[in-house]
């Protein structure tokens, strides 16, 4: 009875990578307003790197959030 958040989390990086052209921003904008570095949200878009919980949190929180 997991499985959605588990397809959530599977899928995250690239509904961030989505999110960030729709609204038209650079890898250093999006990450600013995450609160991520503009390295790590590089490789993770790119599936080369993991993130906690939290970061996840604020990242689900800033796509479905209103554009910037």
């Known amino acids: 009875h997991h499985r959605a958040a588990l397809d959530t989390?599977?899928?995250l990086p690239a509904v961030v990578r989505e999110e960030?052209?729709?609204r038209g921003l650079s890898l250093r904008d999006a990450a600013e307003?995450?609160?991520y570095s503009f390295a790590d949200l590089?490789?993770?878009e790119n599936g080369?790197?993991?993130v906690r919980?939290?970061?996840a949190m604020a990242m689900l929180r800033w796509a479905d959030g209103p554009d910037e």
Do not use: A, C, N
């Open 20 to 22: 960030r052209l729709r």
């Open 53 to 55: 919980v939290s970061t």
């Open 48 to 50: 080369r790197k993991d």
């Open 9 to 11: 989390l599977e899928y």
């Open 42 to 44: 590089h490789r993770f």
């Open 33 to 35: 307003q995450i609160g």
